[in-house]
């Protein structure tokens, strides 16, 4: 039975395809022929271009509707009722094609020459979010320094403030670039350690801020470097080493160790991280003195003391002025504006032992954008000036700073700001390292250029008391004698003659012109002397 009806089946199946699939020829007009129950194919045959059936009427190139031969009463039960002539009413469809569709012309291929080029705006090499990251990193580590009113203001006309960077550990606002400098190193850079080669005040704030954050810390000096200087990097906890006569030779050393040991050689450059910690004087300058018109920063730290806290200043508030101050004797900032370029060999011979942390630095090209972009003015100030500064913060603010701490306020004191004249400014002070005997000497000086020491000559004679008389002079003028020496035969022609050189002090230059009035009354032949 089942071999039997898959016999039955496969002949129907076979059967049914072939009628499907057989080409058959088209079936006449008169025949009768269901559409609703035959495929077209069974009815029409292949529907083959040119083939000999006839067909309706054509409408826009089609074939149009064949009429059909279904019995009207049959239409009833597709909804179609109407008729016409007794036959059905026969509906002819147009195929209209839609719009022309007009396609645009494709786009002229232009040369790269014809494009207008519009350069990117160049990205900033210091933000402020860079210094508000240093500020928050170094709060812990650095401490932050008072900006106190000075009472040089009523003298000069202005209201001076100090911004007191000198009050660091190591006597230099470089703490705060160190500190953040180090901190922004990696793990493995800070598990080798750093090694420093010149004496400054960079190398001490590395060694002081590296021993604080346990990263090992090598200094390379020369054997000229004095015995105190060397004291104070020991005291601090770094390896010393003494190696060659001069700083070339300490660096050339400390950058081979450096290669062998895999130390990372620091020194002082127009580093991101090193720009920003030094910019945040400018924030705290902004916070602890309100409404401030101007401020005046000294040339310290590669500029970037200068860089970084106009960089902080203009962004809180671009009305404030930005001053910097530079030696007369080594002008780099104002040469390199002057040129429109940063100028690396500027020939100049400044005083090495004052100015010697600034003459082995150069000008970057990011720092002098940076002052070019953002600093009002450059002043240079003379050494005279820069001495006489350090005088007036050991008498009125009872403090001793270095020539680099001390040239902001001495372009006010020499006169190079009018502009600043009843207004509220702050005088950054950098530094306070220098050696006692180089501040005695510079505060002998300064002494001198204030007209507060003068040095005379007098003759008298070999008659008793006239010695005693010259010194009753100057007790009565109420003046401090320095030194004083006393030569006889000075002179051939004066053999009962001795000639007296005098040494003395006075408070200021009121008292220094009654003085000479005086003695120039008194003695004739006395002779004014430089010192």
């Not at 720009?275 to 101007?294: R, S």
């Not at 408070?507 to 003695?519: E, I, M, V």
Request: overall charge neutral; charged content about 25%; hydrophobic content about 35%.
């Amino acid at each position: 039975m089942n071999f039997a009806a898959q016999l039955f089946y496969s002949s129907y199946l076979s059967e049914r395809l072939e009628r499907l699939f057989s080409p058959r020829p088209a079936i006449k007009d008169s025949e009768e022929n269901d559409p609703f129950w035959e495929r077209e194919e069974l009815r029409l045959g292949p529907n083959q271009p040119g083939g000999p059936y006839k067909c309706g009427p054509f409408s826009n190139g089609t074939a149009g509707r064949r009429p059909t031969l279904i019995e009207p009463e049959r239409l009833k039960d597709f909804g179609e009722e109407e008729l016409f002539n007794g036959d059905v009413k026969v509906h002819e469809t147009k195929v209209v094609g839609g719009p022309e569709i007009k396609l645009m012309d494709p786009p002229k291929t232009r040369r790269l020459s014809e494009f207008r080029m519009v350069p990117r705006p160049p990205a900033q090499y210091l933000r402020f979010e860079d210094i508000s990251a240093a500020a928050f990193r170094i709060q812990s580590g650095i401490q932050k320094t008072p900006c106190t009113y000075s009472r040089l203001s009523k003298q000069y006309g202005m209201d001076i403030y100090l911004k007191k960077e000198h009050l660091h550990y190591t006597g230099s606002v470089k703490e705060r670039g160190v500190l953040y400098l180090l901190t922004s190193l990696t793990q493995e850079q800070q598990r080798k350690g750093v090694i420093v080669a010149t004496d400054c005040n960079f190398s001490m704030a590395v060694a002081h801020h590296a021993v604080e954050l346990k990263v090992p810390v090598f200094v390379i000096m020369p054997s000229s470097c004095s015995s105190p200087r060397l004291r104070i990097y020991r005291d601090y906890g770094a390896m010393v080493i003494s190696y060659g006569s001069t700083n070339y030779d300490s660096q050339n050393h400390a950058r081979h160790l450096a290669k062998e040991n895999g130390y990372l050689y620091l020194e002082e450059d127009e580093n991101a991280a090193y720009l920003a910690g030094l910019g945040t004087v400018g924030m705290e300058i902004f916070e602890q003195v309100p409404k401030v018109d101007a401020v005046i920063v000294p040339a310290a730290g590669q500029y970037g003391l200068l860089g970084g806290t106009a960089a902080a200043i203009k962004h809180l508030n671009p009305q404030i002025l930005v001053i910097g101050i530079e030696p007369d004797g080594f002008p780099l900032l104002r040469r390199s504006l002057k040129a429109d370029s940063p100028i690396k060999d500027l020939h100049s011979n400044p005083n090495k032992k004052l100015y010697g942390d600034l003459m082995e630095r150069s000008l970057g090209v990011n720092t002098f954008q940076l002052a070019k972009k953002l600093v009002d003015k450059v002043i240079s100030v003379r050494e005279e000036d820069s001495l006489v500064a350090m005088l007036r913060f050991q008498e009125f603010e009872r403090s001793t700073v270095d020539t680099e701490g001390a040239m902001g306020l001495a372009a006010i004191l020499a006169g190079q700001l009018p502009e600043l004249r009843g207004k509220k400014a702050v005088v950054v002070v950098s530094s306070a390292n220098m050696e006692p005997e180089l501040v005695r000497q510079c505060v002998d000086q300064a002494l001198v250029l204030d007209d507060r020491v003068s040095k005379f000559s007098v003759e008298l004679g070999e008659w008793p008391g006239d010695m005693a008389k010259l010194l009753d002079v100057l007790s009565r003028e109420d003046v401090r004698l320095l030194d004083v020496c006393h030569r006889r035969h000075s002179d051939k022609s004066d053999l009962f003659k001795a000639k007296v050189e005098c040494v003395v002090e006075t408070r200021d230059k009121t008292q220094s012109a009654q003085l000479r009035k005086t003695l120039n009354e008194r003695y004739p032949s006395i002779s004014w002397l430089d010192r």
